[in-house]
Every structure is written in structure tokens, then in C-alpha cells.
């Protein structure tokens, strides 16, 4: 059994930061591509931010140069700092990780909330 646990989201006010982060935990040999996705009420799930075993990243246009994805491989962690954020970056945030080549996991969600 694997799983994705996510650290706690919160409310914000527009402007403010916050750093996310999900820990893969179980029988793990491998973790290649460790992502973010969010989903806004009534909309559809959207990539926010991925990024690769070699570390290469790739972002949503709506977040470049405010949102940054890293990793560490020794705590099998994936982390996404947020600045300037934005009413419109309100959703629920869920993590995955592709684990031993085949398994594309998913964390249960976070709650972020932008507001004044």
C-alpha cells in the first residue's frame, strides 16, 4: 500500500503566500513525476505544476513566476510554494506521484482559500 498525505491549506488573503506539501509513505522504490492539480468549484481538475525525476519543471500559464514545484527524493516529498496568490487560486489542491514505474497516486486534497 502506498499513500499521499498533503499538508494543511488554509485561507489567505489575496497577495499572501503559502507553501504545500505531500510525503509519499509505503513500499516505494521508485517516484518519477510528482505534480500538483487543483480544482475550483464547478470547474474541472487542471495541472497546476509538475515536475520530473531530473527535476524539470513545467507550470500553468496562470501560475508561472508565482508558484514554484520542488522536490525531495530522500523524503520522497513534493512541495509547492505559492506567492502572490489570487481569489482566482481558490480550490482544492491534490498531489500525485507515478511510485515503482506504474502506480499514479493521489493525495485526498487540500483546501485553499484566497480571500480578504
Known amino acids: 500500500q502506498v499513500q499521499l498525505v498533503e499538508s494543511e491549506g488554509g485561507l489567505v488573503q489575496p497577495g499572501g503566500s503559502l507553501r504545500l506539501s505531500c510525503a509519499a509513505s509505503g513500499n516505494i522504490f521508485r517516484i518519477d513525476t510528482m505534480g500538483w492539480y487543483r480544482q475550483a468549484p464547478g470547474q474541472e481538475r487542471e495541472l497546476v505544476a509538475d515536475?520530473?525525476?531530473?527535476?524539470?519543471?513545467n507550470y500553468a500559464d496562470s501560475v508561472k513566476g508565482r508558484f514554484t514545484i520542488s522536490r525531495d527524493n530522500a523524503k520522497k516529498t513534493v512541495y509547492l510554494q505559492m506567492n502572490s496568490l489570487k481569489p482566482d487560486d481558490t480550490a482544492v489542491y491534490y498531489c500525485?506521484?507515478?511510485?515503482?514505474?506504474?502506480?499514479?497516486?493521489w493525495g485526498h486534497g487540500t483546501l485553499v482559500t484566497v480571500s480578504s
Open positions: 515536475i520530473a525525476r531530473d527535476g524539470h519543471t
Open positions: 500525485t506521484m507515478l511510485l515503482n514505474f506504474v502506480i499514479n497516486s
